[in-house]
């Protein structure tokens, strides 16, 4: 079982940065790949960004290319999500989530365990 714990949302104005944590509790951190997700209201969850279980490979939503950065360390068990140059479009609940390493970091699917969500608020 991992609880996954996230910090950092708020409220920003557009143009402006936040970093996101979210805190894993499993000591096998490691065999997980991690995704960041979002879910505005009104809309479908997405898969924002993703990193594999050594860091080495990230996918990203094209609306977030160039202006997130999903980083984890395997050592604080700690996976995180840079924003910046946000949108008020980027306003939404995220949530961060882990699945086995092996199911690969290209689909949102398989993801078996979730945070209970931080809220980012970015206004005009």
């Known amino acids: 079982q991992v609880q996954l714990v996230e910090s950092g949302g708020g409220l920003v104005q557009a143009g402006g940065s936040l970093r996101l944590s979210c805190a894993a509790s499993?000591?096998?951190?490691?065999?997980?790949?991690m995704g960041w997700f979002r879910q505005a209201p009104g809309k479908e969850r997405e898969l924002v960004a993703s990193i594999s279980w050594t860091g080495g490979s990230t996918v990203y939503v094209d609306s977030v290319k160039g202006r997130f950065t999903i980083s984890r360390d395997n050592v604080k068990n700690t996976v995180y999500l840079q924003m910046d140059s946000l949108k008020p479009e980027d306003t939404a609940v995220y949530y961060c989530?882990?699945?086995?390493?092996?199911?690969?970091?290209?689909?949102?699917?398989?993801?078996?365990?979730w945070g209970q969500g931080t809220q980012v608020t970015v206004s005009s």
């Open positions: 499993t000591r096998t951190f490691s065999s997980y790949a």
């Open positions: 989530a882990a699945k086995r390493a092996a199911l690969g970091i290209y689909s949102g699917v398989g993801y078996d365990y």
